[in-house]
Every structure is written in C-alpha cells, then in structure tokens.
C-alpha cells in the first residue's frame, strides 16, 4: 500500500479510479488525526480503531468527523474545495483527477 499526507486541495477534485482500489479518508474540517501523519500511520492509529467500532455515520461525526470510502475501476470521487483529504492505494491502481 501507498500512503500520502492528509493535506487540503486548493481546488474541487474529481477523482477517477482506472484500475485497482484507492481508500480516501475526507473530512470538511481539519481532522482529529495530524495531517503530517501519513495515511497508513493514520489507519493504525487508536483514533481509526474507535472509528470502525462506531456503529453509524453520526458516531464517526463525533469521533473524528473523517469519512472513508473506498474507490474501484470506474467510480469517482467528488471532493469540494478546501476538504481534507489523504489517500492509500490497496495493491497497483492507476487513478487521474
């Protein structure tokens, strides 16, 4: 798996999976988890074990306000301006944005 910092895109990004899988984990305000840490650090941390025993979206609202998904060929991600947002590719994956 390929990690990356969370950081802010300047920008509305569309992003595009073309191949293989691609995890983003987003939130509208600067999340609980340090965005100089790297997404894979972040997927280990004490703050994502609590957010995948949270049992609805309003629980992770609470916890850390981050949302996750993951990206398969074909799908794509709109993400508005000034959003958080880091990435982890699961395995090879080609995407654009």
């Known amino acids: 798996e390929r990690e990356r910092e969370s950081h802010l895109s300047s920008c509305t990004v569309f992003s595009e999976v073309l ?3 691609k995890r983003w984990f987003i939130a509208a ?3 609980l988890f340090s ?4 997404s894979f ?4 941390s004490d703050v994502y074990r609590q957010l995948q025993q949270a049992r609805t979206p309003a629980d992770e609202a ?5 949302l996750e ?3 398969g ?4 991600l709109y993400l508005p301006r000034d959003w958080w947002h880091a990435t982890l590719n699961i395995g090879q994956s080609v995407f654009i944005s």
């Open 19 to 21: 191949y293989g899988q």
């Open 69 to 71: 998904c993951t990206l």
């Open 73 to 76: 060929p074909g799908e794509v």
């Open 29 to 31: 305000q600067r999340p």
């Open 35 to 38: 965005p100089d840490e790297t």
């Open 41 to 44: 650090r972040y997927v280990h």
């Open 62 to 66: 609470q916890l850390a306000g981050v």
